[in-house]
C-alpha cells in the first residue's frame, strides 16, 4: 500500500479546538513494523501510531485511537463512493473523507436547523461573556447561616456584621480598600463560619462570563453600590449575611447582541457537528471489525517513556 492521509486536522476543526492542525500522513505498509490494530481490512503498525504520537505530541493510546477514527472514516468514505482504494495518494484521500463529513455531518448542521429559541437561551447565559453592558467585581465577606436556622442565629450574624461594617467604615473613612476589608473580616470571630471572597465580575441579573450565577438578592446587593458609597449595608441571602465592598465597575462591551447572536449560532453549528462526527464514529466503529493488540500498543507505550 501507498500512504493514507489520517485527517487528524479535519476532525479537529469539527471540534472545540481554534483552528486546523496539518494532517498526519503516515505510511501503513504492514511490513514497516509490528501491527497494533487491524479496522477491517487495514493495518495499523506500531511505527504508525508512534508516528502519530510524536507528531502529535500525544500518548501512543489517544494517537491509536485518533488512526482508528480516521481509519473507520476513510473505510466509510470507500464504502460509499466517494474513495477509491486506500493506495490513493494523500491529497486525494483527504478531499474525500472532506466530502463524507460534508455530507453526512456538516450538511445535517446549518443555521437553518438552529433552533432560534436556543441560540436565545444560549445568548442569554453567556451574554456577560459575549455582550454585556457593564459588570461589577466585588469582595464579600458572608456569615454562613443555615437555611434553616432559627431567629435567634440569624439575628446574631446580622448584628455582628453591622459592627463589621462600622467599623471598617470608621477606620478607613468610608473608602476601604480590598486588602483593608480582606484583613478586617478575618478579625471576625474566630468560631463563626466565615468566608471571604474575590468574585468574578458579573451583571444585574448575576450571570458571570464563565456562565455562573449569582443568587438575585446578592446581584442586586452589589449593583446597589457607587464609587461614592463602595461598602454595602449588610443584606442576607440564602448563603448568609453579607457585606460586599465594590472593587471596579467594567464598562460595557461594543458588541451588539446581534453580533453575539452570530457567534452564538456558529458555536452551536460547531458543537452538534462535534457531536455529530463522534456519534458518526461511534455508529462506525460497531459495525466495523476493530482489533486492537493490546501487548504491542503497550510496548509502543514503554519505548515512548524511554524516548528523550
Not at 85 to 114: G, H, K, N
Not at 152 to 178: D, I, S, Y
Not at 210 to 221: C, G, K, L, N, Q
Amino acid at each position: 500500500m501507498r500512504a493514507l492521509l489520517v485527517a487528524l486536522a479535519l476532525a479537529s476543526s469539527l471540534g472545540c479546538d481554534p483552528g486546523p492542525r496539518p494532517p498526519a500522513r503516515v505510511d501503513l505498509t504492514p511490513t514497516r513494523g509490528a501491527v497494533v490494530a487491524r479496522v477491517g481490512d487495514l493495518a495499523l503498525t506500531d511505527l504508525d501510531v508512534a508516528a502519530v504520537a510524536a507528531e502529535r505530541g500525544i500518548a501512543p493510546r489517544a494517537a491509536l485511537d485518533l488512526l482508528v477514527r480516521e481509519a473507520l472514516l476513510a473505510g466509510e468514505a470507500r464504502r460509499s463512493g466517494l474513495a477509491g482504494p486506500v493506495e490513493i495518494a494523500d491529497d486525494a484521500w483527504r478531499a474525500r473523507i472532506q466530502r463524507l463529513l460534508a455530507r453526512d455531518v456538516e450538511a445535517r448542521f446549518s443555521e437553518a436547523t438552529v433552533p432560534a429559541a436556543m441560540v436565545e437561551a444560549t445568548l442569554q447565559a453567556r451574554h456577560a461573556e459575549l455582550a454585556h453592558r457593564g459588570l461589577r467585581r466585588v469582595v464579600h465577606a458572608v456569615w454562613m447561616v443555615a437555611a434553616d436556622a432559627g431567629a435567634p442565629q440569624n439575628e446574631a450574624a446580622l448584628a455582628r456584621m453591622l459592627v463589621f461594617r462600622e467599623e471598617l467604615l470608621a477606620a478607613t473613612h468610608g473608602h476601604p480598600t480590598a486588602e483593608q476589608f480582606r484583613a478586617a473580616a478575618r478579625r471576625l470571630d474566630a468560631g463563626a463560619s466565615v468566608r471571604v471572597e474575590d468574585l468574578e465580575p458579573f451583571d444585574p441579573q448575576g450571570r458571570t462570563p464563565s456562565a455562573s450565577t449569582y443568587v438575585p438578592a446578592f446581584a442586586e446587593a452589589a449593583w446597589a453600590l457607587s464609587a461614592a458609597e463602595p461598602l454595602s449595608e449588610p443584606f442576607v441571602t440564602s448563603y448568609g449575611v453579607h457585606v460586599a465592598l465594590l472593587l471596579e465597575e467594567v464598562p460595557p462591551m461594543t458588541r451588539t447582541d446581534d453580533e453575539a447572536r452570530v457567534i452564538v449560532r456558529a458555536d452551536l453549528i460547531q458543537r452538534a457537528r462535534a457531536e455529530g462526527a463522534r456519534s458518526l464514529v461511534l455508529g462506525l466503529r460497531q459495525r466495523q471489525r476493530v482489533q486492537i493488540r493490546e501487548a504491542a500498543l503497550q510496548q509502543v507505550e514503554r519505548l515512548s517513556r524511554r524516548a528523550p
